[in-house]
């Protein structure tokens, strides 16, 4: 459990700007990841990309039945990301985690990955997910340093979104019609 508070709180300084290059006082990115959702004929897909550093490219496949009866899910990511990255709850809900810096103005407060383990256990809409997140925020509650960008997807309608959650503040955008038949 220290190890999971350790990354849920440390993660987004990692992969920040803060940290520099030995030989350049010039701040760069270390790495970042990529995520898509697209619907069509072909079906709903939800793909997801983690450029992540070397040391954490080992995963694990965990499979959480909470005894509350609500949703189980399967979660597939690093073991820095126990507090859920990459998952599939029984209701067919989906969300894949990015990391979303810059998260201006950041402050503390509850680290966007735990907000994802307790929607998947309730939620079995992409509605209920997107007001898990918008709820918490317009409720006066904080979300900690690291920006996230998470992208959700409902596969028993093909219904997506991404939510862009900084400290403070969100941004939510609905799959919209690429051409006639196909959403992303």
């Known amino acids: 459990w220290d190890m999971v ?6 993660i987004s300084v990692l992969n920040s700007d803060l940290l ?10 270390l790495f970042g990841c990529t995520a ?9 897909y939800l793909a997801h990309n983690t450029d992540g550093q070397k040391g954490s ?18 979660h597939q990511f690093t073991h820095a990301f126990v507090d ?9 809900i ?22 994802v383990r307790y929607a998947l256990e309730k939620c079995s809409t992409l509605d209920e997910v997107v007001s898990y997140f918008t709820d918490f925020i317009d409720s006066g509650n904080k979300f900690g340093h690291g920006g996230a960008i998470f992208l959700v997807v409902d596969f028993n ?4 979104a991404k939510i862009q959650m900084r400290s ?13 038949g196909v959403t992303y």
């Open 5 to 10: 508070i350790v990354n849920a709180l440390a």
């Open 20 to 29: 520099l290059d030995s030989s350049s006082s010039t701040p760069h990115n």
């Open 36 to 44: 898509f959702a697209v619907s069509s004929d072909a079906g709903t």
């Open 57 to 74: 490219e080992l995963g694990g496949v965990m499979y959480y039945v909470p005894n509350n009866g609500d949703n189980s899910y399967l």
């Open 84 to 92: 859920v990255g990459l998952a599939l709850n029984d209701k067919g």
């Open 94 to 115: 989906s969300i894949t985690y990015n990391v979303g810096n810059p998260n201006v103005n950041a402050t503390f407060g509850l680290p966007p990955l735990f907000m």
């Open 157 to 160: 309608d093909s219904t997506m």
């Open 168 to 180: 403070e503040k969100y941004k939510v955008t609905y799959g919209e019609e690429l051409k006639p």
